[in-house]
């Protein structure tokens, strides 16, 4: 593997001196363009990353976890994913580990994927947490099939248990069922949904028990109502004001697929005159710091994102310090709560 080779056998390879190696890595100005080809082609066919400290060249650890937060745009931005970076932090200091934070708009460039192997490769990290990653991401799959061990927050692989693969899931089917049996409760019978990212596994996930908790009350999925949307305010936003652009008849109640994507939507509703809940209830997933003091108060699905955070970086420093063991895909549970968002419909 790229990871077990050293500069002994670079040079061995490349047909070159062991110096001659390390001259070429550091840059040196006094090596032949042809002798600095010949290795780097050795290096770039091995995937050989020469390791910093000696610590880790004696073979001990870092101490260091890397956390990549997957998309600045969305995910760097919201004040979930702050959090989760803070609480990963206090987890990761509590025990004696340092937290390594790399913001990455596209895992699928190559200058940023290269940045990303660095950290692994030359032993800054000892592991590494992902977090805003779609389902199928080629540089995690290359980690853990490297022996890399990672810890990935929401994602969904079926026949993948590799024990270097940590999976940490919101439980969404139950989360969402919760959410659409209490707008049955209510008396709403036409309710939408906007959808989250479709790549990531909790967006289908959601989608998933929005269909089924339809049906299990008995109540139609109206396309009309089904919008497309991503985790984060700005789509919420426009997908509500695209339906309403369109003229058509509006549900009861619309279900977020998060509590960012339910304030654009409020933000959009309130613009246009249509109260909530006078008008249409809305509820959201996730319990935002701010769910509690929007206006009105936003009824939504809690997860507890500080006891997941922390069984997450234990889990993946207890598999650093002790060998990896096949934890699989754990599932957060969810709750209820209920605020002044959602109001009840009169049967006609």
Not at 7 to 21: D, F, K, M, P, Y
Not at 68 to 75: E, L, T, Y
Not at 203 to 226: D, T, Y
Request: hydrophobic share 40%; net charge neutral.
């Amino acid at each position: 593997m790229g990871k077990e080779i050293n500069s002994t056998e670079i040079a061995r390879l490349a047909g070159v001196s062991r110096s001659t190696v390390s001259r070429v890595i550091n840059n040196y100005a006094n090596v032949p363009e042809k002798t600095k080809e010949k290795v780097m082609s050795v290096i770039r066919r091995h995937n050989y990353y020469p390791n910093l400290s000696a610590q880790v060249l004696a073979g001990k650890r870092a101490r260091t976890i890397g956390l990549f937060m997957i998309d600045a745009g969305r995910v760097s931005g919201d004040m979930i994913s702050s959090m989760l970076l803070a609480r990963i932090i206090e987890s990761a200091s509590s025990r004696g580990y340092y937290v390594l934070t790399h913001i990455v708009r596209d895992p699928r460039d190559g200058e940023e994927a290269r940045m990303m192997k660095e950290s692994f490769y030359q032993r800054r990290i000892d592991g590494g947490v992902f977090i805003g990653a779609a389902n199928d991401e080629p540089i995690i799959e290359e980690l853990i099939a490297e022996g890399f061990t990672v810890a990935i927050v929401d994602q969904h692989r079926p026949g993948h248990r590799e024990p270097n693969r940590i999976v940490f899931n919101f439980d969404n089917e139950t989360g969402v069922g919760q959410a659409i049996d209490y707008l049955a409760r209510l008396g709403h019978t036409k309710i939408g949904m906007i959808n989250g990212d479709m790549q990531r596994y909790s967006g289908p996930s959601k989608w998933k028990g929005f269909q089924a908790a339809m049906a299990r009350n008995g109540l139609p999925v109206v396309s009309k109502w089904i919008l497309p949307g991503d985790f984060n305010e700005a789509s919420g936003c426009k997908a509500m004001k695209e339906l309403l652009a369109s003229g058509t008849e509006l549900p009861t109640a619309i279900f977020a697929a998060n509590d960012s994507v339910a304030f654009g939507a409020i933000r959009a509703l309130q613009k246009a005159g249509i109260r909530v809940p006078d008008d249409l209830s809305v509820v959201g997933f996730d319990d935002h710091t701010l769910s509690a003091h929007y206006n009105p108060a936003l009824t939504t699905i809690r997860v507890d994102f500080a006891a997941m955070m922390d069984q997450l970086t234990y889990a993946l420093i207890s598999s650093i310090e002790n060998g990896p063991e096949p934890i699989g895909t754990v599932a957060v549970g969810t709750e209820l709560v209920i605020r002044a968002s959602c109001r009840r419909v009169e049967a006609k």
